[in-house]
């Protein structure tokens, strides 16, 4: 049985000690005879008993034991050798357990009555010298050779038809005016995927049909209609309080979001994928992701043809979005190649923002990865949650990663789609380095701004200016930065979630000394030791910032 097999048993602190002394037991056991199945004896016979009548008695008890028994006993029998051979055969087609791994561990049993304090790990298994050689040896093998754009631009030849290769000069945004086709008083939004699965969308899209006709544009006797995508991005990662950066940007006069936070468009819908384990569904076309920034479209339309203040003030609204899925998911390319031979993935999300965006602004959100992954558990897992089921899922995603990375290199053992579906949590998400420095190997460093959840959860104020001087928005009025520094926090933790209380700490010293080494290198390509996250510094409260 697997490790993630013993999760239904260790989210509880009772005793289970398998002891004779604990089974349950009725109170005249022991006192009396137990007559087994081979017991021929018969108290209504005599003691003594001529030993020549023996196997005439053993052949009368015999043909008198019900058939109905033997019947059982023989279909009990059979069963269990058919469980037993289902049991060997499942182990032997996961291979892994049954295989060798680099560096063997012992399982710990938290089932026993030891208290959680006493709950120890022998993490002799864990070579960080090890993993940091892999890291800072290997480096051919953590930095990628980015694509030729016109490669990236032959894998979807219609995105590329749709975008222009430049922007409009005068506006913030990365606008354009697209040619309207067909009848004009034809419903544009009548098709959109995201309306048909959004409420919220569908609504806006109402509201956006009513103003859409007054906002077409006549140019050289043509119509056009003006067409904006996000200026910037914010792309992750996971539990690191994006959401909370959202719903705070969206207080700001100059940003205009659309309704939905995370369209992961990028990643999974434009593929054809919402969720993975679904299967393929249907392709969510460019257009239909166009549709989302309508309604920053239509806001600077109209104040471009309203006053010329109004003009001025239309002319710098911008939006984004915040799919906390674009930094690292990438699974799309192994289910439409799974044919293939690929090791990684031969493009990444940023390679198509750039080529239709080269100036994009990219917000990436981290926190202690420790701390992240014990949140993302918590979020995720919908049942048997418990310190104890989280670090048995910890000990076996350590073990699967580090035996993958015995036979395959740090990179595509980071993208490899087969090990994130096996393994119990999100290990990788808190593998920062390596996503950032894909990024990096894309776009420029000033266009990239990274920030730590607890800087922004200890001083608000100061991380939020961060931001707004990053996308040159502001200054901001009195009445609007002190209705944004007062907002409550969104996204916080669960208070069911806050009485599972925190991680072991045996899973708490695993973790640290296997993410040591990737946050050592995040912090040299940043330049910052603050994002080697101390321990006693990177713990949030338990009502801490828990959203995407």
Known sequence: MSLKDSKHGSNTHKDHSHRPHNLPLTDNFGKRSIRTFLDFR??????????KGLPLLCLINLTCISKVKVASFLVGLTLMFLITASYLLMWDRKGFLLSAVPHPFRPVDITTSKSTAEVSLDTTFVDV??????????????????????DVISTDPHLFSVIPRHFLPNIKSPCWYEEVSGDIGMDPYKNNRFSLRSKRFKNVCDHMRARFRQNVCSIDGKLFRLRCLPYFYIIGQPKCGTTDLFHRLLMLPEVKFNTIKEPHWWTRKRFGYIRFKRGFQERFPIEDYLDLFDLTAINIQEGISGNSSGQHRALQIITGEASASTMWDNQAWSYLHENEEEIEPPFLAQDFIHAVQPGA???IMLRDPVERLYSDYLYFTLANK???????????????FQSCLSEKSLRSCVYNTSLFNTMPVRLTLGMYFVFVLDWLSIFQREQILVLRLEDYAADLKKTIKKVFDFLSVGPLSEQVEAALTKRPMSNTRRAKDRSLGPMLPATRNLLSQFYQPFNSKLAGILNTKAFLWSPSRSRLSNNEIQGN
Do not use: W, Y
């Open 42 to 51: 018969q108290t209504n016979m005599p003691e003594s008993r001529d030993i």
């Open 129 to 150: 010298k090890v993993l940091g050689k892999i890291i800072n040896c290997n480096e051919q093998n953590t930095s990628r050779r980015t694509p030729d754009e016109k």
């Open 361 to 363: 602004k990219i917000i």
């Open 386 to 400: 418990s310190a104890e089921d989280f670090h048995q899922k910890v000990v076996e995603s350590v073990q699967l």
